[in-house]
């Protein structure tokens, strides 16, 4: 089992940028593979990023491709969401999850076990 928290969410103009901070807890991290995901206000938590378990392979949703860049540091136990050129249509909750099926990571939300509790993105127009 692993326990994640998130962080390094806010307020930020069209255009800036944050990043994310996705921290595990409990069972070595580097067994899992990770992703992260948004939900915005009435719609459906959606896939934004996933990495495999060395960090080596990574997948995005085209709407993020060239903007957001998610990496890992299996030492700190922790996973990132570098987030560039950010749109009004970022805006939503960002969580991180893990997962523990082989293979390439997954973008479907039922392939993931554990759950952050989200951190708030707000990008203001």
Do not use: H
């Amino acid at each position: 089992q692993v326990q994640l928290v998130e962080s390094g969410g806010g307020l930020v103009q069209v255009g800036g940028s944050l990043r994310l901070s996705c921290a595990a807890a409990g069972r070595t991290f580097s067994t899992y593979a990770m992703g992260w995901f948004r939900q915005a206000p009435g719609k459906e938590r959606e896939f934004v990023a996933s990495i495999s378990r060395s960090g080596s392979s990574t997948y995005y949703t085209d709407s993020v491709k060239g903007r957001f860049t998610v990496s890992r540091d299996n030492a700190k136990n922790t996973m990132y969401l570098q987030m560039n050129s950010l749109k009004p249509e970022d805006t939503a909750v960002y969580y991180c999850a893990a997962s523990t099926l082989p293979g390439v990571p997954s973008r479907w939300r039922s392939e993931y076990s554990y759950w952050g509790q989200g951190t708030q993105v707000t990008v203001s127009s």
